[in-house]
Each structure stands twice: as C-alpha cells, then as structure tokens.
C-alpha cells in the first residue's frame, strides 16, 4: 500500500498468468470483465452445440444464439474498435472466421442486453430445459470458475465484510 492509502488497478489483466503477483507488486484491482465476458460467450457456444443436435432430433428451429450475438456486435460497430491496420475499412463478412470469432467474443460484452440477443438466450435456455435442469447455471458456472483464480490471487475471500 503506497503512503496514501491507493493502489493501482491493473488494465487488460484478463488471461494473465500470474494474477498472484499483481498485489505483491502493489496492484489492488485488475480488469478483468472481458475474460468473464469470454467465458461466458464460449459457454453458450458450446450449450448451442448441444441445443443444434436436440434440434435435429426433434426437428425444431434453433435459437441461432451465435448467429444473433454476432449480428448483434457487428450492429453495435464495436468490432471495429480492435481491427488491425490490415483490416481496416474491411466488411466484418471479409474477415477471417477466428478473427470474426474473436471480435464478436470480445464485442459480445456491449451487446448483453440487446432484446435479439436476450430472445435468443431464452429459446436456446428453452429448448435445452427439455434435457437439462437449468441451462443458465451451467453458464454461472463457468464465469465462477473464472472469477475464482482472481479470488485467490487478490485474496479476496470475506471481501464483502469488508465493504459493509
């Protein structure tokens, strides 16, 4: 702690490898909402997956979740914001798909609450309620997994008693 009493905050930790370090080295926060934001974009990935194959079998239409979150994070033109100069005045469609891929994961976070997005949320946690009990939980889950290493790296457990 520096003789005022403030610490730094760390920004663009997320995926660092030692988040231990950061409060030895006097850090006190660390950004960290796109890694959540990552984690839960690749959570949904994988339960679309799922919900894909439930579909065909039962011949459903599916929630295209990725499909709308993208369209969603290309709408928005937050994408944008990271382009690299090789790509700049590109078409998203002309992109590569991992650095679509990438752009929408990272872009995902301003688009959270886009009513398209949250419909789509809902009918794939729908259609996926028929196999699982609470496909929502699943997505808790990951980000908590995530959230954990920076509980244990800053120490943070019993943290609410402290701002009460």
């Known amino acids: 702690m520096r003789p005022t009493g ?6 663009y930790t997320d995926w660092v490898e030692n988040p231990a370090d950061y409060p030895a080295s006097g850090m006190g926060g660390a950004n960290v ?16 997956q799922r ?3 439930l579909c065909a079998n039962r011949r459903l239409p599916t929630s295209r979740m990725m499909a709308t979150l ?29 650095r679509r891929r990438w752009l929408a994961q990272t872009g995902a976070r301003y688009v959270w609450t886009a ?36 509980v244990d790296a800053f120490n943070l457990y019993d943290a609410m008693s402290l701002l009460g």
Do not use: C, M
């Not at 928005?76 to 991992?98: C, H, I, M, T, Y």
């Open 6 to 11: 403030a610490l730094l905050k760390g920004h």
């Open 51 to 53: 919900e894909r194959r």
């Open 33 to 48: 909402g796109p890694e959540f934001t990552a984690v839960e974009f690749d959570a949904l990935e994988e339960l679309e």
């Open 115 to 150: 009513p398209a997005v949250q419909q789509a949320r809902r009918t794939l946690y729908e259609h996926l309620a028929l196999v699982a009990p609470d496909p929502h939980a699943s997505i808790v889950a990951a980000v908590a997994r995530s959230i954990e290493q920076y």
């Open 70 to 98: 993208e369209a969603a994070v290309v709408a928005s033109n937050r994408w944008q914001k990271w382009l690299q100069p090789d790509e700049v005045g590109k078409r998203f469609v002309d992109l590569a798909p991992a």
